[in-house]
Structures are given as structure tokens and as C-alpha cells.
């Protein structure tokens, strides 16, 4: 096995043990927090959750135009006075942005839950955005070992905060979201440690690099507001939910959502590894290492749905609150399927190719076709099935236009693929919905046998390619 294997390998194990540990703590989390506290209080954390996912765009791209720029290259290489300059100018940024939350919040909101949450939010904002720039640094220059030491570092403190609370009888959400901030700076104060030839020089050192900062902003832009389109998909019928029923409801669809997005903590710490490899990688190669990528992730995200049936009744069993709204799981849970390959796969190649423009387009389209649905869903029909269905549709919607369009670039053909996959969640769906659980579960594990039967010879090729490069 060659260095060049050994690396990768490291790497996709600190990230993968890193959050291995991040969903055990998440999970621990999304099953204990809703059984101890009432409902309200949890939907109130779910709204702090919400907002505050949104609060990663208003760097206005100046993040990610760093990702892409420096990605692939060595720390050791970067001009540290100049990241220096732009680190400091991205901090009074966010102090400003948060001032404004705090007053915008004093001025205009009313309900004193709403005033706290839009206030922790702007902290969150200040915290988040300075130890994302940090964390991308890392990232895009191949220190995985120190970015998932930090990302791990704020998990587990929050984790222990949460639990020190829930013992003592403590149940306010208020609580819960100072615990999450807690664990946010304290990561951060590490990732500092980790950039100190960056972050602490001497403030003589500093200038206002607007050109340096402007160029980042116009390369990262696009990128931004892809992802932030991308979580306005489902941010917009959330939000519909949240307007149109009750705080109560919201807790519920979001436990759901929360349940469907747990797949997405082990699919995003791969994607992390992938991205600085193929900048490094010669584009006549990207085809077959596609290919074969792609054969590896289906056959786990298919076969992952089968653990939706034992879940379900697990849930149903520890919180009985909430199993009315976890009929809905069916309906939610192939949405990883989709974001899952979107965001380890498609995504990934489109920014190694620089195609953030085509990511926007792809996404704002979505979300205009999102917008239309929760406008006639929630507030027309106010239809709660018809608006969380919506959701896996536009994720189904989103990820396939997006990976035909990927594929044309590639000049490789998988439409058949694509096709089998939709039919595959299709069954999932209609089965979940209107079978009991475990004659779904028969119906659906013999779907997928099928299909790894029909894709034996793909997954064949696939472990000896896997083989073959390890050993190289």
C-alpha cells in the first residue's frame, strides 16, 4: 500500500471515528431530549436549530471562495500574513452582524421565545462563522486529523452539558441552546490553537486586503447561495409548518426529519476527505473514479432503508408523544438517500469542476418549485401530508436533474441506474405507507436482494478496483 493510499485512509478514519462519535451523540440526544421535555419546550430547541443552521451564509461566500481557491494545497504553503488579514476582517464582519440580530430582535419581535432564540442565534452567528473559516482552512489543505479533533471537541462537550442538565431536572430549551454554544466556543478557542501561526501574529501585520477578500466573496458566492437554496428547499416548507400549525407540530415533523437526517453525519464526513483528492486528482480519471464511487454509495444508502422498520417501532415504543407524527417517516426517510448522494457525490464533482454556477441554477430551481408547493400546501389546502411529501419529492427532484446534468459533463451513462433507484423509493414509500411495518420490511428487503442481484457484477468490478488501489 503506497503513502498515497495510507493518507487516505487515515484520514477517512479520523472523520469517520470522529463522527461515529458524533452520531452515537446525536442519536443519544435526538431519542432523550424529546422523552424528558415537553413538547413545546422542544420545539422552541428545534426553532433555535432552524434559525440558526441559516447563519452559515452570512459570511456572503467569503468561506467557501478560501475552500475553493486554496483547496488542495499544502498549510505549510499558504500566505499566513494574508490569511491573517482576512481572518480578523471576517471577525468585525460577523461582530457587526450580530449587533444587528440583537437590535433587530429588541425592535421588532414581540414574543419573548422568539426574542431569545433570535438573540442566541446572532451569538451563534459570531461563533460559528469565525470557527467555519478555521475549519475550512483545515479542510481544503488536507489537516483532517485537526478538523475532526474540533468538530468532535464541540459535540462531546455539548453532549455532556445536555446530559449534566437532563440529571438534574433541568428541561428549559433555553438551557439546551446556551449548552450548544458552549460547545461551539469552546471548539472554536481550539481551532484558534490549531491556526495560531495564522490567527495570532503581530497586529502590525494587519491590512485591510479588500481585493483578497472581494476576489473570495465573488468565487464563494455562488457556492453560498447554492447551499443556502439548497437548505431552503426544506427550510421554506419547515417554516410553512411552523406558520401555519402550531410550535407543538413543528417539534414533531422536525423529530421526524431529524430521525431521516442521521445517515447524512457518516455520508458528509466522507465527502470532507473526497473533496481535497480530486482537486488533486487528473480530470481524465474523475469518469471511472464516479463510477465507482457511486456503485459503492447506492448499494449502502438502498440498503440503509431497511433500518426504517425496526426504528420506527423502537420510536414508537420510547416516545409515545410522538407517534402520530412518526407515520410520516416513511414518506421522509428516503430523502437521505438523495441529499446523500448530492452531498458526498454530485456536489463534490461539481465543485472539483468549478460548476458552482450549474449547483445554484439546479438549486434555485428547487426552490422555486419548493415556494410554490408550501404556498399551496400549507396555506391554500393546509394539507400537513401534501407539504412533508413535498419534501422528498424535491430531493428526488433535485438530486436526479442535478446528476443527469453531472453525467452529460462526465460523458458517462447511468440513466438506468437512476431510473432503478427512483422505482426502488418508490416501493419503499408506497409500502411503509400502507403496509405494516414488517410486511414492508419483507416486501422491501426482497426489492433490494433484486437489485443487488441485478448489480452483482458492478459491485464485483467495484471491490476490485477498491482492491487494486490499495494495494498500488
Same mark, same amino acid.
Request: glycine share 4%; charged share 15%; hydrophobic share 55%.
Given at each position: 500500500?503506497?503513502?498515497?493510499?495510507?493518507?487516505?485512509?487515515?484520514?477517512?478514519?479520523?472523520?469517520?471515528?470522529?463522527?461515529?462519535?458524533?452520531?452515537?451523540?446525536?442519536?443519544?440526544?435526538?431519542?432523550?431530549?424529546?422523552?424528558?421535555?415537553?413538547?413545546?419546550?422542544?420545539?422552541?430547541?428545534?426553532?433555535?436549530?432552524?434559525?440558526?443552521?441559516?447563519?452559515?451564509?452570512?459570511?456572503?461566500?467569503?468561506?467557501?471562495?478560501?475552500?475553493?481557491?486554496?483547496?488542495?494545497?499544502?498549510?505549510?504553503?499558504?500566505?499566513?500574513?494574508?490569511?491573517?488579514?482576512?481572518?480578523?476582517?471576517?471577525?468585525?464582519?460577523?461582530?457587526?452582524?450580530?449587533?444587528?440580530?440583537?437590535?433587530?430582535?429588541?425592535?421588532?419581535?414581540?414574543?419573548?421565545?422568539?426574542?431569545?432564540?433570535?438573540?442566541?442565534?446572532?451569538?451563534?452567528?459570531?461563533?460559528?462563522?469565525?470557527?467555519?473559516?478555521?475549519?475550512?482552512?483545515?479542510?481544503?489543505?488536507?489537516?483532517?486529523?485537526?478538523?475532526?479533533?474540533?468538530?468532535?471537541?464541540?459535540?462531546?462537550?455539548?453532549?455532556?452539558?445536555?446530559?449534566?442538565?437532563?440529571?438534574?431536572?433541568?428541561?428549559?430549551?433555553?438551557?439546551?441552546?446556551?449548552?450548544?454554544?458552549?460547545?461551539?466556543?469552546?471548539?472554536?478557542?481550539?481551532?484558534?490553537?490549531?491556526?495560531?501561526?495564522?490567527?495570532?501574529?503581530?497586529?502590525?501585520?494587519?491590512?485591510?486586503?479588500?481585493?483578497?477578500?472581494?476576489?473570495?466573496?465573488?468565487?464563494?458566492?455562488?457556492?453560498?447561495?447554492?447551499?443556502?437554496?439548497?437548505?431552503?428547499?426544506?427550510?421554506?416548507?419547515?417554516?410553512?409548518?411552523?406558520?401555519?400549525?402550531?410550535?407543538?407540530?413543528?417539534?414533531?415533523?422536525?423529530?421526524?426529519?431529524?430521525?431521516?437526517?442521521?445517515?447524512?453525519?457518516?455520508?458528509?464526513?466522507?465527502?470532507?476527505?473526497?473533496?481535497?483528492?480530486?482537486?488533486?486528482?487528473?480530470?481524465?480519471?474523475?469518469?471511472?473514479?464516479?463510477?465507482?464511487?457511486?456503485?459503492?454509495?447506492?448499494?449502502?444508502?438502498?440498503?440503509?432503508?431497511?433500518?426504517?422498520?425496526?426504528?420506527?417501532?423502537?420510536?414508537?415504543?420510547?416516545?409515545?408523544?410522538?407517534?402520530?407524527?412518526?407515520?410520516?417517516?416513511?414518506?421522509?426517510?428516503?430523502?437521505?438517500?438523495?441529499?446523500?448522494?448530492?452531498?458526498?457525490?454530485?456536489?463534490?464533482?461539481?465543485?472539483?469542476?468549478?460548476?458552482?454556477?450549474?449547483?445554484?441554477?439546479?438549486?434555485?430551481?428547487?426552490?422555486?418549485?419548493?415556494?410554490?408547493?408550501?404556498?399551496?400546501?400549507?396555506?391554500?389546502?393546509?394539507?400537513?401530508?401534501?407539504?412533508?411529501?413535498? #419534501?422528498?419529492?424535491?430531493?428526488?427532484?433535485? +438530486?436526479?436533474? &442535478?446528476?443527469? $446534468?453531472?453525467?452529460? !459533463?462526465?460523458? %458517462? *451513462? =447511468?440513466?438506468?441506474?437512476?431510473?432503478?433507484?427512483?422505482?426502488?423509493?418508490?416501493?419503499? #414509500?408506497?409500502?411503509?405507507?400502507?403496509?405494516? +411495518?414488517?410486511? &414492508?420490511?419483507? $416486501?422491501?428487503?426482497? !426489492?433490494?436482494? %433484486? *437489485? =443487488?442481484?441485478?448489480?452483482?457484477?458492478?459491485?464485483?468490478?467495484?471491490?476490485?478496483?477498491?482492491?487494486?488501489?490499495?494495494?498500488?
Amino acid at each position: 500500500m503506497n503513502n498515497k493510499a495510507k493518507n487516505i485512509i487515515k484520514n477517512i478514519s479520523y472523520t469517520l471515528s470522529s463522527n461515529l462519535i458524533g452520531l452515537i451523540i446525536s442519536t443519544v440526544v435526538l431519542f432523550l431530549v424529546p422523552k424528558l421535555v415537553g413538547v413545546e419546550q422542544y420545539g422552541y430547541w428545534q426553532l433555535y436549530l432552524f434559525y440558526s443552521s441559516f447563519v452559515g451564509f452570512l459570511h456572503f461566500g467569503w468561506n467557501d471562495g478560501l475552500y475553493l481557491r486554496y483547496g488542495g494545497k499544502e498549510y505549510k504553503d499558504l500566505d499566513k500574513g494574508l490569511f491573517f488579514s482576512q481572518f480578523y476582517m471576517l471577525v468585525i464582519l460577523q461582530i457587526t452582524l450580530a449587533i444587528i440580530f440583537f437590535v433587530f430582535s429588541f425592535l421588532f419581535v414581540v414574543d419573548i421565545n422568539r426574542q431569545f432564540i433570535f438573540e442566541m442565534t446572532g451569538f451563534c452567528l459570531l461563533i460559528v462563522n469565525v470557527k467555519y473559516m478555521l475549519l475550512l482552512i483545515l479542510q481544503s489543505t488536507n489537516r483532517i486529523k485537526e478538523y475532526a479533533q474540533i468538530t468532535l471537541i464541540g459535540k462531546v462537550l455539548f453532549f455532556c452539558i445536555i446530559v449534566l442538565f437532563l440529571s438534574i431536572g433541568i428541561r428549559e430549551y433555553q438551557l439546551m441552546i446556551l449548552a450548544d454554544l458552549t460547545g461551539n466556543l469552546i471548539a472554536l478557542i481550539y481551532a484558534l490553537y490549531c491556526c495560531k501561526d495564522i490567527v495570532f501574529r503581530r497586529i502590525s501585520s494587519f491590512y485591510f486586503s479588500f481585493r483578497e477578500a472581494l476576489e473570495n466573496i465573488s468565487v464563494g458566492i455562488k457556492l453560498m447561495f447554492a447551499n443556502l437554496a439548497s437548505m431552503l428547499i426544506i427550510g421554506v416548507i419547515r417554516f410553512g409548518i411552523e406558520r401555519s400549525w402550531n410550535i407543538s407540530t413543528f417539534a414533531k415533523v422536525s423529530l421526524t426529519l431529524s430521525v431521516s437526517n442521521l445517515m447524512m453525519i457518516f455520508i458528509n464526513a466522507v465527502g470532507i476527505v473526497i473533496f481535497p483528492i480530486l482537486r488533486r486528482t487528473d480530470e481524465n480519471k474523475l469518469s471511472n473514479i464516479y463510477i465507482t464511487i457511486r456503485d459503492f454509495l447506492m448499494v449502502i444508502l438502498l440498503g440503509s432503508l431497511t433500518l426504517y422498520y425496526p426504528l420506527k417501532v423502537a420510536l414508537s415504543a420510547w416516545l409515545p408523544k410522538y407517534s402520530d407524527s412518526l407515520m410520516y417517516m416513511s414518506l421522509l426517510f428516503p430523502m437521505f438517500v438523495y441529499e446523500g448522494k448530492m452531498a458526498l457525490l454530485i456536489n463534490t464533482y461539481l465543485k472539483t469542476l468549478r460548476k458552482e454556477k450549474l449547483m445554484l441554477k439546479i438549486n434555485l430551481l428547487s426552490l422555486f418549485f419548493s415556494v410554490i408547493i408550501t404556498f399551496f400546501s400549507t396555506i391554500v389546502l393546509r394539507n400537513l401530508n401534501l407539504a412533508i411529501i413535498s #419534501i422528498v419529492i424535491l430531493m428526488a427532484f433535485r +438530486s436526479t436533474l &442535478a446528476e443527469i $446534468l453531472l453525467l452529460r !459533463t462526465l460523458k %458517462i *451513462y =447511468l440513466y438506468k441506474d437512476i431510473f432503478i433507484e427512483l422505482i426502488m423509493t418508490l416501493i419503499f #414509500i408506497l409500502a411503509g405507507w400502507y403496509l405494516n +411495518s414488517w410486511i &414492508a420490511l419483507v $416486501l422491501y428487503t426482497a !426489492t433490494y436482494v %433484486i *437489485y =443487488l442481484v441485478n448489480k452483482r457484477r458492478n459491485i464485483t468490478v467495484m471491490i476490485k478496483k477498491v482492491k487494486f488501489s490499495l494495494k498500488a
